[in-house]
């Protein structure tokens, strides 16, 4: 609980020996720097995205949840590089593990700036919801050409989209066309705010 929480139980904050590094004439010590900060931001989101106060006792709201849904993936992919890294692997899965990472921090930036009414939270969830949909129209299709026989894997596809659209709340008809969807698209760059 966010009553119980002690700042002090937290490691001192790194300190970069800039001057160090200005004299620098190799990488390793900004490799090392850039590791050590790496570090320090994992348990930093780590310790936010575990901070809870009495209200949610039984749990997050939606929003919050998708919010901490992104803080626990962007963890992941962090310990991902600091893994590579400190494994001397050198980090070779950097550039798709960081925009992964820049996928969550985006959409993270894009959703606190909801107008609190909820309506890029609905946007985001019903977006993936869409996919869903979408899947399930070409399962069907599938299942039509058969003679409308299901195979298991179809079944399955079938009860775990059930279950989603019953755990959003949604029934499948009341999910938007995309691109009535109020969610931006990836070639569209909104302001945040």
């Known amino acids: 609980m966010l009553d119980d929480f002690d700042p002090h139980l937290l490691s001192a904050l790194h300190e970069v020996p800039f001057e160090e590094l200005e004299d620098a004439a190799k990488e390793e010590p900004f490799v090392r720097e850039g590791f050590e900060l790496l570090k320090e931001a994992a348990v930093l989101l780590t310790t936010v995205a575990g901070l809870r106060t009495a ?3 039984d749990g997050l709201d939606r929003d919050h949840a998708i919010v901490v849904g992104h803080y626990a993936r962007m963890v992941k992919l ?9 494994d001397g692997h050198g980090g070779d899965q950097q550039i798709a593990i960081n925009r992964e990472f820049m996928d969550s921090v985006s959409t993270v930036q894009y959703l606190m700036s909801d107008p609190g009414d909820g309506t890029r939270f609905t946007s985001y969830v019903m977006d993936s919801l869409i996919a869903e949909r979408e899947f399930l129209k070409d399962v069907r299709e599938q299942v039509t050409q058969r003679g409308d026989r299901m195979i298991p894997i179809e ?3 079938n009860r775990s989209i059930a279950e989603t ?9 009341d999910i938007p066309a995309r691109r009535n969807n109020g969610w931006p698209s990836a070639r569209v760059c909104p302001r945040f705010g």
């Open 78 to 86: 962090m310990k991902s590089l600091i893994r590579q890294l400190a």
């Open 155 to 157: 079944e399955r596809i």
């Open 165 to 173: 659209l019953a755990a959003a709340g949604v029934r499948e008809e």
């Open 55 to 57: 209200r949610h006792s």
